[in-house]
């Protein structure tokens, strides 16, 4: 995006001093989020096996974690000494009508989204509580409002992220806040994954289901993840504290949905 120089929208300084951790940083949104963090100042620790090399700022640190292993969680909890800000994030599971799902199918998306975001959150909420402050993202999806056909399971995971995230504004301390972003038709390689599926079900065309996707939106194309990125920025700044348990959709329009 063309703004992401100098015509950035934050401060460089926004973010200063602030530790954040993002979950599935290696590519797609997860990386935008870095992106926007680092350049509002963050240091991050990104959830990857590698760090993205064009992070502005220094300290950044990758650590390579399976989302599925509560036990590795704990062990990444009690290696963190700092932690500002936290960014649920995890690769959505396989497309395809929901009632082709076996109840297997359920355990490892809901391991490695809920129960590692659950973890997760119970591990920082003391270290952000001690520095009387932090904001929680969780980046979910549109799907949580307006079902999306093919990804049955997905919307299921999502949903139930949602009310998770919902109940926890209820309860978290004053001093932090928790609030979704809902990415829509977004420019990443998990997109293409889905739209392979639908042209090996269905025989429309990749162009096709691209078309299709984009006349739904009404600002007329697909979302860059860094436009994501910076909404999911915005909310961890200081000055969104008054923003808690949102549901925050960055889908172009696409939504009929209130």
Same mark, same amino acid.
């Given at each position: 995006?063309d703004w992401l120089g100098k015509d950035y929208p934050f401060s460089s300084t926004?973010?200063?001093?602030?530790?954040?951790?993002?979950?599935?940083?290696?590519? +797609?949104?997860?990386?935008?989020?870095? &992106?926007?963090?680092? =350049?509002? @100042?963050?240091?991050?620790?990104?959830?990857?096996r590698n760090l993205i090399s064009t992070l502005p700022g220094t300290g950044h640190?990758?650590?390579?974690?399976?989302?599925?292993? &509560?036990?590795?969680? $704990? =062990?990444?909890?009690?290696?963190?000494?700092?932690?500002?800000?936290?960014?649920?994030?995890?690769?959505?599971?396989?497309? $395809?009508?929901?009632?082709?799902?076996?109840?297997?199918?359920?355990?490892?998306?809901?391991?490695?989204?809920?129960?590692?975001?659950?973890?997760?959150?119970?591990?920082?909420?003391?270290?952000?509580? =001690?520095? $009387?402050?932090?904001?929680?993202?969780?980046?979910?999806? /549109?799907?949580?409002?307006?079902?999306? &056909?093919?990804? $049955?399971?997905?919307? /299921?995971?999502? @949903?139930?992220?949602?009310?998770?995230? =919902?109940?926890?504004?209820?309860?978290?301390?004053?001093?932090?806040?928790?609030?979704?972003?809902?990415?829509?038709?977004?420019?990443?390689?998990?997109?293409?994954?889905?739209?392979?599926?639908?042209?090996?079900k269905t025989g429309k065309s990749i162009d096709e289901i691209h078309e299709g996707?984009?006349? &739904?939106?009404?600002?007329?194309?697909?979302?860059?993840?860094?436009?994501?990125?910076?909404?999911?920025?915005?909310?961890?700044?200081?000055?969104? +504290? @008054?923003?808690?348990?949102?549901?925050?959709?960055?889908?172009?329009?696409?939504?009929?949905?209130?």
């Amino acid at each position: 995006m063309d703004w992401l120089g100098k015509d950035y929208p934050f401060s460089s300084t926004a973010l200063a001093g602030m530790h954040a951790v993002v979950c599935g940083a290696s590519k +797609g949104i997860g990386a935008a989020t870095c &992106q926007m963090l680092a =350049k509002a @100042g963050a240091i991050i620790t990104a959830v990857s096996r590698n760090l993205i090399s064009t992070l502005p700022g220094t300290g950044h640190t990758a650590y390579p974690l399976d989302l599925e292993d &509560q036990e590795a969680i $704990g =062990k990444f909890i009690s290696s963190i000494e700092k932690c500002d800000i936290l960014v649920n994030n995890a690769a959505g599971p396989p497309g $395809g009508p929901l009632l082709e799902n076996s109840m297997e199918d359920f355990i490892a998306p809901l391991n490695r989204h809920l129960h590692a975001s659950h973890a997760l959150v119970k591990g920082v909420v003391p270290l952000m509580e =001690k520095e $009387g402050s932090g904001r929680i993202v969780n980046i979910v999806s /549109t799907s949580v409002r307006e079902p999306i &056909q093919n990804i $049955g399971l997905s919307n /299921t995971i999502r @949903g139930a992220m949602a009310s998770w995230s =919902k109940s926890l504004s209820r309860e978290l301390p004053n001093c932090i806040t928790i609030n979704n972003v809902l990415p829509g038709f977004t420019d990443t390689g998990r997109l293409g994954s889905l739209a392979k599926s639908i042209n090996e079900k269905t025989g429309k065309s990749i162009d096709e289901i691209h078309e299709g996707w984009i006349s &739904q939106v009404p600002i007329g194309r697909l979302i860059d993840p860094l436009e994501t990125g910076a909404a999911i920025a915005f909310l961890c700044m200081p000055i969104s +504290g @008054g923003i808690r348990g949102i549901s925050l959709p960055v889908d172009g329009g696409r939504m009929r949905s209130i």
